[in-house]
C-alpha cells in the first residue's frame, strides 16, 4: 500500500471505528480521511435502534440498504426500506432516527464532514 491507496474489507474495517470507513475521523495521512464527505458501513441487529433523535443536522445523508429492513424516522414521516437498494435521502436540518426491523446492513454517506460530530 501506499500513502494514496487503501484497500480493505467494509465489513472488518467498519468493526474498528463504530461503523465508518471515511471522514474527518480518520487520521489525516491515511487515504480514508476526508473533510468532504463521511462513509459508514452499518451492520444493524434486528430490534436495534437509535438511542435518540439527532438534531440540529449540519450534514446532507444517503442511507441505502444492503439487506436486512430498515426504518428511517423522519419528523412527520417514517421511511421503510426493505428491498435491496431502497435508499432515502434528507438535507440539512432535517432531525432523524433509525430502527432495524430485522438484520440490517447500510451504507450511509453523509457530506460535508464535520467535525465535533461524534462518529456513532
Known sequence: MNDTVYVGNAGKDAALDRGWLLGH?????DPRYSEDVEIKWGVHPQGEERAQW???EERTALLVLISGRFRVELPERSVLLAEQGDYVVWG???DHSWYAEEESVVLTVRWPSVPGFKAI
Do not use: L, N, P
Not at 475521523?25 to 495521512?29: G, I, L, N, R, V
Open 92 to 94: 440539512r436540518g432535517v
Open 25 to 29: 475521523f480518520k487520521d489525516a495521512s
Open 54 to 56: 439527532v438534531t440540529g
